[in-house]
């Protein structure tokens, strides 16, 4: 991934109401979620969220699919995993960051 890319998705996703929208897009995953189903869940004008679902899509962040009368919107795992690379490439110098009888209590913490 170039920097330019992950730039722009790192400010699509810093938006609170899109990096929600993405949060949710992302929970659903496969199975997708239609722009009613965002905008119930989420509370979002739908003017507003047409405008924050095209960034997010512009972004590369997630795919439409028209199903019928319905639009679909899933993540686009191939770039999220590619974001998470991106920001992970040579972590600790290729060691674990954090020891793993550690990522429980950084669980529960979260929590």
């Not at 639009?71 to 490439?89: C, G, K, S, W």
Request: glycine fraction near 6%; hydrophobic fraction near 40%; aromatic fraction near 6%.
């Amino acid at each position: 991934m170039k920097n330019i890319d992950a730039v722009q998705s790192f400010l699509a996703l810093g938006q609170e109401s899109r990096l929600n929208i993405f949060r949710l897009i992302v929970h659903k995953g496969a199975e997708g979620v239609t722009p009613s189903e965002i905008k119930e869940s989420l509370g979002i004008p739908a003017a507003t969220l047409s405008f924050h679902l095209k960034e997010l899509y512009q972004a590369n962040l997630i795919l439409v699919e028209r199903q019928s009368r319905n639009l679909i919107y899933r993540p686009h795992a191939e770039q999220v995993t590619n974001l998470m690379d991106f920001l992970l490439f040579n972590c600790c110098g290729g060691e674990p960051c954090v020891k793993k009888e550690n990522n429980s209590n950084i669980s529960k913490a979260k929590q």
